[in-house]
C-alpha cells in the first residue's frame, strides 16, 4: 500500500516537472475556413502558452499552407475521417504519448460524420477522453458510439443540458459535464485614425459600413440586410464567401446587384481573422440578423461586442430585447425588419470602449481543470 503511494507521489510530481501533453483531435485547423477549427488553433496556443502543457494537434491535411505557430505540435495527417483512418489516428496518438486526448465536434472536415469509433479506441489504449460538442446533441455529429468513451464533456451553449435528449444524459450520468463558454477568435484590433479612414476609404469610399462577417449559411438569414440598411445612408460591408454555385450565395449576389445596391456592397470573400478585426474596428454597425437568433454560444456576436461596435442581432429570449448600453448590442425577435431597421437608424456609428480582455487565458485554465481531474 504504502509502495503504491509512494510511486504515484513519484509519478505526479513528474508530471508537474515535464509538463502535461494534452492532444486536440480536429477535423479542420487554420488556414481551413471551419470555425471550430479556429476555436481549437486559439484554445491550443492558450494552452501552450501556459508553459507547463505541451500541445499536440492532430488534424486533416487540409489547406496546403503554412501553421504560424511556434508552441503547437499540429500532425496534418488524416485525409479522411472515417473509421477507415484510425489505424493512422493510433500511429499518431502512439508518436506524440499524450497524458489526455481532446475531441471537438463538429468541423467542416467531418462532413456529418466523424470517426465513430475513435473516442473507443483512444480508450482502449488507456487514455482519457475529453469531448467538446459545439452544437446540440442532434447538430453536432456524435452518436451513441460517443458515449462509449467519454471522461468529461465539455459543452459552449447554455442551455445545452435542458436540450440533451433524456437518454443520453442518462448515458452521461457519472460523467463530468462541464460548461466553458465560447470565446471568439477575432482580434480585438487597434488602429490609428489614418489607418481607420484609409481602410473605411477602401471598404465603403467613407459612407457609414454596416457589415456582417461569418459563413454565408441559410440559418443566416444574411438576405435580410438588404431590408434592414438603406441604400442611399449606407455601404454593406459582406465578410464571406460567395459562390453562385451555391443556390443560397446566388441568392444574395443577386441581391448585392440589384439597381439600388450596385456599388454599395463590398464582397470581400475570406478573410484572415486579423483583417476581420480590422473591419469590426472601422464598422459603423454590425448586423446577424439569423432566423432563428444570436446566443451567448455564437463567437460573431461576442466578436462584434468585443470590437466595441454597434450590433444589431435578433435573439428568441424575450428579455434581451431592446438595446443593451455594455455592449453596444441592440437585440429584435427574430424576422421584425421593421425594429432593426429603426434600430440601425437610431444607433448607427455608436462605439463602446473596445474590450481587449484575454479570455481565452480562462477558457485555458477551464480546460485545465478538467484534464487535471483526469490525470492525477
Request: overall charge neutral; aromatic content about 10%; some cysteine.
Given at each position: 500500500m504504502?509502495g503504491?503511494k509512494i510511486?504515484?507521489?513519484?509519478?505526479c510530481?513528474?508530471?508537474d516537472?515535464l509538463g502535461v501533453?494534452?492532444?486536440?483531435?480536429?477535423?479542420s485547423y487554420?488556414?481551413?475556413?471551419?470555425?471550430?477549427?479556429?476555436y481549437t488553433?486559439q484554445?491550443?496556443?492558450?494552452?501552450a502558452?501556459?508553459?507547463?502543457?505541451n500541445?499536440?494537434v492532430?488534424?486533416?491535411?487540409?489547406?496546403?499552407l503554412?501553421?504560424?505557430?511556434?508552441?503547437?505540435?499540429?500532425?496534418?495527417s488524416?485525409?479522411?475521417?472515417r473509421?477507415s483512418?484510425l489505424a493512422?489516428?493510433r500511429?499518431?496518438?502512439?508518436?506524440?504519448?499524450?497524458?489526455?486526448?481532446?475531441?471537438q465536434?463538429p468541423?467542416?472536415?467531418?462532413?456529418?460524420?466523424p470517426?465513430r469509433f475513435l473516442p473507443?479506441?483512444?480508450r482502449?489504449?488507456?487514455l482519457?477522453v475529453?469531448?467538446?460538442?459545439?452544437?446540440y446533441?442532434?447538430?453536432?455529429?456524435?452518436?451513441w458510439h460517443n458515449l462509449?468513451a467519454?471522461?468529461?464533456l465539455?459543452?459552449?451553449r447554455?442551455?445545452?443540458?435542458q436540450?440533451?435528449?433524456?437518454?443520453v444524459?442518462k448515458?452521461?450520468?457519472?460523467?463530468?459535464?462541464v460548461?466553458v463558454p465560447n470565446?471568439?477568435?477575432?482580434?480585438?484590433v487597434?488602429l490609428s485614425a489614418e489607418q481607420?479612414?484609409a481602410i473605411?476609404?477602401?471598404?465603403?469610399?467613407?459612407?457609414?459600413?454596416?457589415?456582417f462577417f461569418?459563413?454565408?449559411?441559410?440559418?443566416?438569414?444574411?438576405?435580410?440586410?438588404f431590408?434592414?440598411?438603406d441604400?442611399?445612408k449606407?455601404h454593406?460591408?459582406?465578410?464571406c464567401d460567395l459562390?453562385?454555385q451555391?443556390?443560397?450565395?446566388?441568392?444574395?449576389?443577386n441581391?448585392?446587384?440589384?439597381?439600388e445596391?450596385i456599388?454599395r456592397?463590398?464582397?470581400?470573400?475570406?478573410q484572415t481573422?486579423?483583417?476581420?478585426g480590422?473591419?469590426?474596428?472601422v464598422a459603423?454597425?454590425?448586423?446577424?440578423p439569423?432566423?432563428?437568433?444570436?446566443?451567448?454560444w455564437n463567437?460573431s456576436?461576442k466578436?462584434?461586442?468585443?470590437s466595441g461596435?454597434?450590433t444589431l442581432?435578433?435573439?428568441?429570449d424575450?428579455?434581451?430585447?431592446?438595446?443593451h448600453e455594455?455592449?453596444?448590442?441592440y437585440f429584435a425577435?427574430?424576422?421584425?425588419?421593421?425594429?432593426?431597421?429603426n434600430?440601425?437608424?437610431?444607433?448607427?456609428?455608436r462605439r463602446?470602449k473596445?474590450?481587449?480582455?484575454?479570455?481565452?487565458?480562462?477558457?485555458?485554465?477551464e480546460?485545465v481543470q478538467i484534464?487535471e481531474?483526469?490525470i492525477?
Amino acid at each position: 500500500m504504502w509502495g503504491q503511494k509512494i510511486y504515484l507521489w513519484l509519478a505526479c510530481a513528474e508530471k508537474d516537472e515535464l509538463g502535461v501533453k494534452v492532444l486536440l483531435i480536429s477535423g479542420s485547423y487554420p488556414p481551413d475556413k471551419c470555425g471550430v477549427g479556429d476555436y481549437t488553433a486559439q484554445l491550443a496556443e492558450a494552452l501552450a502558452s501556459r508553459g507547463n502543457i505541451n500541445v499536440g494537434v492532430l488534424t486533416g491535411i487540409g489547406a496546403d499552407l503554412p501553421i504560424k505557430t511556434t508552441q503547437v505540435n499540429v500532425f496534418r495527417s488524416v485525409s479522411k475521417w472515417r473509421n477507415s483512418s484510425l489505424a493512422k489516428i493510433r500511429r499518431i496518438v502512439l508518436e506524440f504519448q499524450p497524458d489526455v486526448v481532446h475531441i471537438q465536434y463538429p468541423t467542416q472536415a467531418y462532413q456529418g460524420r466523424p470517426p465513430r469509433f475513435l473516442p473507443l479506441l483512444l480508450r482502449l489504449m488507456g487514455l482519457p477522453v475529453v469531448q467538446t460538442w459545439h452544437e446540440y446533441y442532434h447538430e453536432s455529429g456524435v452518436s451513441w458510439h460517443n458515449l462509449l468513451a467519454c471522461d468529461a464533456l465539455v459543452y459552449v451553449r447554455p442551455d445545452f443540458k435542458q436540450k440533451i435528449p433524456r437518454w443520453v444524459s442518462k448515458c452521461l450520468f457519472n460523467t463530468p459535464v462541464v460548461y466553458v463558454p465560447n470565446v471568439s477568435s477575432i482580434p480585438v484590433v487597434s488602429l490609428s485614425a489614418e489607418q481607420a479612414r484609409a481602410i473605411k476609404l477602401d471598404l465603403s469610399n467613407g459612407k457609414p459600413v454596416v457589415c456582417f462577417f461569418g459563413f454565408a449559411h441559410i440559418n443566416k438569414g444574411l438576405e435580410h440586410i438588404f431590408s434592414i440598411a438603406d441604400p442611399a445612408k449606407h455601404h454593406l460591408v459582406l465578410i464571406c464567401d460567395l459562390s453562385d454555385q451555391d443556390p443560397y450565395q446566388a441568392n444574395i449576389l443577386n441581391l448585392a446587384n440589384q439597381t439600388e445596391w450596385i456599388g454599395r456592397v463590398t464582397v470581400t470573400g475570406f478573410q484572415t481573422s486579423q483583417r476581420v478585426g480590422e473591419i469590426l474596428a472601422v464598422a459603423d454597425s454590425v448586423v446577424f440578423p439569423f432566423p432563428n437568433g444570436a446566443g451567448e454560444w455564437n463567437t460573431s456576436l461576442k466578436a462584434s461586442e468585443a470590437s466595441g461596435a454597434f450590433t444589431l442581432a435578433t435573439t428568441q429570449d424575450e428579455t434581451l430585447l431592446g438595446y443593451h448600453e455594455n455592449t453596444n448590442t441592440y437585440f429584435a425577435g427574430c424576422g421584425q425588419i421593421t425594429d432593426m431597421r429603426n434600430a440601425l437608424n437610431k444607433y448607427l456609428g455608436r462605439r463602446n470602449k473596445a474590450n481587449t480582455e484575454n479570455a481565452w487565458e480562462k477558457s485555458a485554465m477551464e480546460h485545465v481543470q478538467i484534464y487535471e481531474q483526469l490525470i492525477r
